[in-house]
């Protein structure tokens, strides 16, 4: 399975934009890329995927390079409640299973 | 709005007893995983199921067991439980595979094997 690069962490100020960057440099052609979230004592929630466009959801944006070897997450405007560990995970046509890395832990300071 | 729930939500038991995690979903989704997360690390798939009846091996399979007789629930039994196996246990549905859909998670039980 292609992997993915992520720094360990990162810090933003409440109500700035974030730019989440991961790095996937051997994905394949038909690999699709998640983004998950996982807040304090709580399960992973989906937040974004893609394939090759730009994608927009009302929680986030993913912007997919055009080479498809990086991808970005933004939050719009960080809340409080966007301080959790962020995965991104390259998922395969073939796949049944998502591979959890160490993913970014986002803190926000009011 | 029921979702899926996990039960029990804490778990203490002891070395070598059986124990069972539930895991019950409301969607009818086809696709339903066990995960593990230990204390500062991502998440192992344990098991999976494409729908009932269908069950396969994840990527740390070893000490676990899982049945999927109904469409909706899908419980995890650690055989004789080990102190290796004190962990979150977090359960996830989607409706037709990972690929280009999402998961949904469960709260997690969080279990202590002493």
């Known amino acids: 399975d292609a992997k993915t690069t992520q720094p360990n962490s990162m810090e933003s100020n409440e109500e700035e934009p974030v730019h989440l960057p991961c790095n996937h440099s051997?994905?394949?052609?038909?690999?699709?890329i998640h983004w998950y979230r996982q807040l304090p004592s709580q399960g992973p929630e989906y937040v974004i995927h893609?394939?090759?466009s730009n994608v927009n959801n009302r929680m986030a944006s993913l912007a997919i390079a055009e080479d498809r070897k990086s991808s970005t997450l933004i939050l719009h405007r960080a809340t409080l409640r966007d301080a959790a560990v962020y995965y991104c995970i390259l998922v395969n046509n073939a796949g049944n299973m998502l591979t959890f890395g160490g993913g970014t832990r986002l803190m926000v300071k009011p | 709005d029921a979702g899926i729930t996990q039960s029990p939500r804490y778990k203490i038991t002891e070395t070598g007893r059986q124990v069972t995690l539930m895991c019950h979903q409301t969607?009818?989704?086809?696709?339903m995983f066990w995960y593990r997360q230990d204390l500062g690390h991502g998440l192992r798939l344990i098991y999976y199921s494409a729908a009932a009846d269908i069950t396969d091996k994840g990527e740390v399979p070893d000490g676990y067991v899982v049945s999927r007789s109904k469409t909706e629930n899908f419980p995890l039994t650690l055989e004789s439980a080990t102190r290796s196996q004190t962990s979150v246990y977090f359960c996830?549905?989607?409706?037709?595979?990972?690929?280009?859909?999402?998961?949904?998670f469960g709260s997690g039980t969080q279990l202590s094997v002493l």
């Open positions: 893609g394939l090759t």
């Open positions: 996830a549905s989607s409706d037709a595979g990972i690929t280009n859909e999402k998961l949904f």
């Open positions: 051997t994905i394949s052609g038909t690999d699709y």
């Open positions: 969607w009818s989704h086809s696709y």
